[in-house]
């Protein structure tokens, strides 16, 4: 159940500032972040401009239009009547998994999103980085939606999604606590419905 209720002004101040300029160069992580006070993996990104030198067939952008085509598409199952709801699918897909069923559902989010949150959620998918660790740990994330509210301002287009999650597992990832988590997301209108566009996890 969506919870459209005001979040506490501290709260959404501080997500949609972004928590710190620390987390906007944070690499997206895997499925659920639970699991990450115990064995913390993500890894820092710092973005740079390209170098002067880029090879002649590089220079002004060399995308395909099929990939241009494809960040733009989305299953037509995955598009939802309104923002809210399109955020809502999208976590609740993000946040419940086991290790088990963890690239199919990856590529589950990837379908129900467009831009910059698919092509995340697919390169998530194709890395499949730590997944081995993770089974053999038996890990699972598990979460609700506690509340999602949209900027206001400056922040128009932004929404803030409030999950509350618990991961369970074993060895490093056992007797982990529930928390909630914050990320910052947008969505984009298309021709029949609404799809999430941008997925920022900042805890």
């Not at 241009?68 to 399109?86: D, F, I, K, T, Y």
Request: overall charge positive; aromatic content about 4%; proline content about 8%.
């Amino acid at each position: 159940m969506i919870h459209r209720a005001p979040l506490c002004p501290v709260l959404v101040a501080l997500a949609l500032a972004g928590c710190g300029a620390g987390h906007q160069a944070s690499a997206q992580p895997s499925l659920g972040r639970s699991f990450t006070g115990a064995a913390d993996t993500r890894a820092l990104v710092i973005v740079a401009p390209a170098p002067a030198g880029d090879p002649p067939p590089e220079r002004g952008g060399t995308v395909s239009a099929a990939a241009v085509a494809s960040l733009r598409s989305v299953a037509a199952n995955g598009l939802a009547p309104s923002p809210q709801v399109a955020l809502e699918r999208y976590a609740l897909a993000y946040i419940n998994w086991t290790a088990a069923d963890l690239p199919q559902r990856e590529r589950q989010v990837a379908a129900m999103a467009v831009g910059a949150a698919k092509l995340s959620a697919e390169q998530i998918a194709s890395a499949q980085s730590g997944a081995s660790a993770l089974r053999a740990d038996h890990v699972s994330n598990r979460g609700t939606v506690i509340a999602i509210a949209a900027g206001r301002g400056p922040d128009r287009g932004a929404w803030v999604v409030v999950t509350q999650e618990q991961t369970t597992g074993t060895g490093p990832y056992a007797a982990l606590p529930a928390g909630p988590h914050l990320t910052l997301a947008r969505v984009a209108h298309l021709p029949g419905g609404w799809a999430v566009s941008s997925w920022q996890p900042l805890t």
